[in-house]
Each structure stands twice: as C-alpha cells, then as structure tokens.
C-alpha cells in the first residue's frame, strides 16, 4: 500500500499560499490513481505537523479547508484507506473539532489523530 506523506513544517508559507498546497497534494494523489493497484489496495495519508506554525494553520480558511478536503474526496476516484495525523501542535484539537463536519463520515472513521 502506497501512502503520501505530508511535512506541514517544511512549507515556506511566504512563497506559497493554501491554493498551490492543494494543487501539489492533488497531483500526488492524481499520479497514484494512474496505476490501477493503488486504486485496488488504497491510499495511505500520513500528516506530521511536528513543525506546522500557527501562521500555517491560518493560512486556510474554513471555505478553502472544505473545499480542499471534499474535492480530494469526491473527485478523485481512489481508495483512501486511512489518514493519520501525528504531532499535532497544541490548538489543532479546536480546529480539528470544528472542522471535522467537512469529512464525509467514512473518512472521520479512518482519520486518527497521534
């Protein structure tokens, strides 16, 4: 099973706004879905926020952080077999509460937050 893996830290957030961030996760996950075995066995979305920066969180809006989310979902013809998300920083807790809704409820039931 292949899987992405995300350093939220790594991204310089002056170059790079919340559009081209969902612009580059798409195309990794467009270039998994070409080969009919990732789409049988799924894809694995590992997400280290070790290093995320409360600028770095507030770079997404809750429309752009919805829309990111339900596009990646209901567009892309994959298996998303579980999202784990490690090290969250210490407010990610409020945030993941509020916007948890914009998961469908299969996804909520394969996202662990470590």
């Given amino acids: ?49 070790r290093e995320a920066s409360l600028p770095y969180l507030m770079l997404w809006t809750p429309v752009q952080f919805q829309r990111a989310i339900s596009h990646g979902e209901r567009f892309l013809p994959m298996r998303h077999k579980r999202v784990d998300l490690f090290n969250p920083p210490m407010g990610t807790w409020i945030i993941y509460e509020f916007c948890k809704h914009c ?3 299969k996804i909520r039931s394969r996202m662990k937050v470590r």
């Avoid at 899987?3 to 310089?12: C, S």
């Fill in 1 to 49: 099973m292949n899987g992405i893996r995300n350093g939220t830290g790594r991204v310089d957030i002056h170059r790079w706004k919340s559009a081209d961030l969902v612009r580059l996760y798409h195309l990794c996950l467009e270039s998994l879905i070409e080969e009919d075995e990732e789409q049988i066995r799924g894809i694995s979305h590992v997400i280290d926020m």
């Fill in 103 to 105: 998961f469908s409820e």
